[in-house]
């Protein structure tokens, strides 16, 4: 099997990212972005997804989180397209419902090439700690734009925001991993009647 193991580099006026990547991991990450929320969020792709990330990023938190949180999307997003490479014998659909406690969400995606956001979530406040909700839409925007990704995204119960988030977050991570898993049946076929993704 090739390894999909990638690195990628974003460097703007605003944030410097650099993301290493292997699909095919165990889990194990490391995180340094100054957006302690977030690497705790990114932490449960990692762990659920059993991807190995690495995420550094400096960004101008002195301004906000919006440019760091949003260009990290914009990265890992880089990172899951250069990684999967033409997609060919992959599942390519995953889908994942997690609980936590009180709240519950589900999240589906499809490596269609096509991005595509849908993102039901209302947060039952506004900021979880100092971290504000709204910049976890323009995380996955960041990220659908540049995986080519259909990302369907919808909590479905919940009046914790932090378990909200991390429902979102772990559900995302068992999707991705379905999705992206070796289908045996269809070792060499890509996943698509077009004949590309």
Same mark, same amino acid.
């Given at each position: 099997?090739?390894?999909? $193991?990638?690195?990628?580099?974003?460097?703007?006026?605003?944030?410097?990212?650099?993301?290493?990547?292997?699909?095919?991991? =165990?889990?194990?990450?490391?995180?340094?972005?100054?957006?302690?929320?977030?690497?705790?969020?990114?932490?449960?792709?990692?762990?659920?997804?059993?991807? /190995?990330?690495?995420?550094?990023?400096?960004? /101008?938190?002195? $301004?906000?989180?919006?440019?760091?949180?949003?260009?990290?999307?914009?990265?890992?997003?880089?990172? &899951?397209?250069?990684? $999967?490479?033409?997609?060919?014998? $992959?599942?390519?659909?995953?889908?994942?419902?997690?609980?936590?406690?009180?709240?519950?969400?589900?999240?589906?995606?499809? &490596?269609?090439?096509?991005?595509?956001?849908?993102?039901?979530?209302?947060?039952?406040?506004?900021?979880?700690?100092? %971290?504000?909700?709204?910049? &976890?839409?323009?995380?996955?925007?960041?990220?659908?734009?540049?995986?080519?990704?259909?990302?369907?995204?919808?909590?479905?119960?919940?009046?914790?925001?932090?378990?909200?988030?991390?429902?979102? &977050?772990?559900? %995302?991570?068992?999707?991705?991993?379905?999705?992206?898993?070796?289908?045996?049946?269809?070792?060499?076929?890509?996943?698509? =009647?077009?004949?590309?993704?």
């Amino acid at each position: 099997m090739i390894q999909r $193991i990638t690195e990628v580099e974003r460097n703007t006026l605003e944030t410097q990212i650099k993301i290493k990547l292997n699909l095919d991991g =165990t889990g194990k990450a490391v995180f340094v972005t100054g957006v302690p929320f977030l690497d705790h969020m990114l932490d449960q792709i990692a762990r659920h997804g059993l991807i /190995d990330m690495d995420v550094h990023a400096v960004g /101008d938190l002195q $301004i906000d989180a919006h440019h760091t949180v949003e260009d990290i999307g914009i990265t890992l997003g880089q990172a &899951f397209a250069q990684a $999967i490479g033409d997609k060919r014998g $992959i599942y390519r659909y995953g889908h994942a419902y997690v609980p936590l406690d009180e709240a519950l969400s589900r999240v589906v995606i499809d &490596f269609s090439g096509r991005p595509g956001l849908f993102y039901e979530v209302k947060y039952p406040k506004a900021m979880i700690g100092s %971290f504000d909700v709204d910049l &976890f839409r323009e995380f996955f925007q960041g990220f659908v734009n540049h995986a080519g990704v259909t990302l369907h995204i919808d909590n479905l119960k919940g009046v914790n925001a932090h378990h909200v988030a991390e429902t979102i &977050f772990k559900a %995302f991570g068992r999707a991705i991993r379905m999705a992206i898993t070796a289908d045996t049946r269809m070792a060499g076929i890509m996943p698509s =009647t077009k004949g590309s993704l």
